[in-house]
C-alpha cells in the first residue's frame, strides 16, 4: 500500500453521536433507578452498538489509487486488488433489517469470490470513479435507462 489513494470510501464521525449520546442515556437511566435490570440491559446494548459504530469508521473503507483499491475490513485484514485484477464489478441496492434502502458495491475477486462494500449516496461519486477504473469508460453507457 505505498500508493496515494486518491479517494476514501468509509463511515463518516458523524456516525457515532447517536450511539454515543443513547448509552450515556441509557447509563443516567440505570444509575438513577439502582441498576434496574431492563436499564442495565439497554445499557450494554447501546455501549455494544457505540462500540461497532465507532469500528465501522475508524478501520471498515475502500481506499481508491489511480492503478488499484484497497478493502479495508478491520486493521488485520487489509487487501488491495489491482483494477486489471478484478473480473466484475458492479453497484446493487437492497433493503436492509429496518426497511432502509441500501447501497453496495460489489466486486469479483481473482479466486472468484464477491465481496460487497456498503456506501451511503453521498458517496456515489467515489464509487463511480472505481466502476470506471474496473469496468472501463462504457460502463454507464450499456446500463438499461428504463426511466426514458
Known amino acids: 500500500m505505498n500508493e496515494k489513494w486518491l479517494n476514501k470510501v468509509s463511515g ?3 456516525d457515532i453521536i447517536i450511539p454515543l ?3 450515556v442515556i ?13 436499564f442495565l440491559i439497554f445499557t450494554i446494548g447501546m455501549a455494544l452498538l457505540s462500540l461497532y459504530s465507532i469500528y465501522y469508521v475508524m478501520f471498515v ?3 481508491i489509487g489511480q492503478n488499484s483499491f484497497c478493502h479495508c475490513k478491520s486493521p ?29 458495491f460489489n466486486y469479483r475477486t481473482p479466486e472468484g469470490n464477491v465481496n460487497r462494500f456498503r456506501f451511503l449516496p453521498y458517496q456515489y461519486d467515489e464509487i463511480a470513479f472505481l ?16 426511466d426514458e
Do not use: Q
Not at 26 to 38: A, Q, S
Not at 133 to 140: M, P, S, T
Open 12 to 14: 463518516k464521525p458523524t
Open 21 to 23: 449520546v443513547m448509552t
Open 26 to 38: 441509557c447509563t443516567c437511566l440505570t444509575v438513577l433507578m439502582h441498576g434496574f435490570i431492563i
Open 61 to 63: 473503507k475502500l481506499l
Open 76 to 104: 488485520w485484514n487489509k487487501t488491495e486488488y489491482r483494477y486489471i485484477d478484478i473480473s466484475e464489478a458492479w453497484e446493487s441496492n437492497g433493503k436492509s433489517i429496518n426497511g432502509i434502502n441500501v447501497c453496495y
Open 131 to 146: 466502476l470506471e477504473k474496473i469496468n472501463g469508460n462504457d460502463y454507464f453507457d450499456n446500463e438499461d435507462n428504463s
